[in-house]
T-cell receptor
Framework: DAKTTQPPSMDCAEGRAANLPCNHSTISGNEYVYWYRQIHSQGPQYIIH???NNETNEMASLIITEDRKSSTLILPHATLRDTAVYYCIAHPGANSKLTFGKGITLSVRP | EPEVTQTPSHQVTQMGQEVILRCVPISNHLYFYWYRQILGQKVEFLVS????????KSEIFDDQFSVERPDGSNFTLKIRSTKLEDSAMYFC??????????FGQGTRLTVV
C-alpha cells in the first residue's frame, strides 16, 4: 500500500465542519483512498472511499485532488461523538489487507 | 444493521495457555480477517481468509497462530501458547468481494 501522511491531531468546534487532510503522493493508479475511524478502542469503522471523483455519503464527503496526491475528509457538522482517530489508507480495494498508520486524532470541542 | 460479533469481549489467560477468540462475520460476507492492536499502537494486520484457506498473513502470524471457520458461520483465531506480548485488542473483520471491511468491537486479550 502507498504510504499516507496525516497531521497527528486537530480540533474543531461542535456543529462546524471538520476538514481532515491526507497526503498520498505515491498512490498508485489502482489504489483507492479509504477512510476509517476508531472511537476509543472500538473496532475501526468504515467511513467512505473514492478513486478519482469526489464522494459523499450519509457520514462524510471525500474530496480528492485532480492529481490524486492528496485528499480531504469532510464531516459537515461535527458532533462530540465524532471525536476519534481517523485513518486515511491508500488501498487496492481488492479484499487485501488494510494498512493502518497512526491516523489523525480529531477532538470535537463543545 | 448487520454487524460482526466477537466473543468474549475480554479474555484473561495465563502465559503458555491456549486461547480461542471467536467471531461471527456478517452472513453474506466471503472474506474474513484478523487484526490486532497493542495498547497505544497501530492496528496491525494478522491474516486474511477466503474460500476456507489463508489468502495472506503477516510476519506476526507465526506458527503459534491459526484460524479456522469450523461451521460456516464462526471464524476463530487460536493462539497455541500465549506470551505476554500477545496482550492486545484483537479485531475480526469481514467483507464482500471488492467492498469495504466491517470490523467487530474486538476482544481484549490480557496475558498474565
Amino acid at each position: 500500500d502507498a504510504k499516507t501522511t496525516q497531521p497527528p491531531s486537530m480540533d474543531c468546534a461542535e456543529g462546524r465542519a471538520a476538514n481532515l487532510p491526507c497526503n498520498h503522493s505515491t498512490i498508485s493508479g489502482n489504489e483507492y483512498v479509504y477512510w476509517y475511524r476508531q472511537i476509543h478502542s472500538q473496532g475501526p469503522q468504515y467511513i467512505i472511499h473514492g478513486l478519482k471523483n469526489n464522494e459523499t455519503n450519509e457520514m462524510a464527503s471525500l474530496i480528492i485532488t485532480e492529481d490524486r496526491k492528496s485528499s480531504t475528509l469532510i464531516l459537515p457538522h461535527a458532533t462530540l461523538r465524532d471525536t476519534a482517530v481517523y485513518y486515511c489508507i491508500a488501498h487496492p480495494g481488492a479484499n487485501s489487507k488494510l494498512t493502518f498508520g497512526k491516523g489523525i486524532t480529531l477532538s470535537v470541542r463543545p | 444493521e448487520p454487524e460482526v460479533t466477537q466473543t468474549p469481549s475480554h479474555q484473561v489467560t495465563q502465559m503458555g495457555q491456549e486461547v480461542i477468540l471467536r467471531c461471527v462475520p456478517i452472513s453474506n460476507h466471503l472474506y474474513f480477517y484478523w487484526y490486532r492492536q497493542i495498547l497505544g499502537q497501530k492496528v496491525e494486520f494478522l491474516v486474511s481468509f477466503y474460500n476456507n484457506e489463508i489468502s495472506e498473513k503477516s510476519e506476526i502470524f507465526d506458527d503459534q497462530f491459526s484460524v479456522e471457520r469450523p461451521d460456516g458461520s464462526n471464524f476463530t483465531l487460536k493462539i497455541r501458547s500465549t506470551k505476554l506480548e500477545d496482550s492486545a485488542m484483537y479485531f475480526c473483520a469481514s467483507s464482500e468481494p471488492r467492498l469495504e471491511a466491517f470490523f467487530g468491537q474486538g476482544t481484549r486479550l490480557t496475558v498474565v
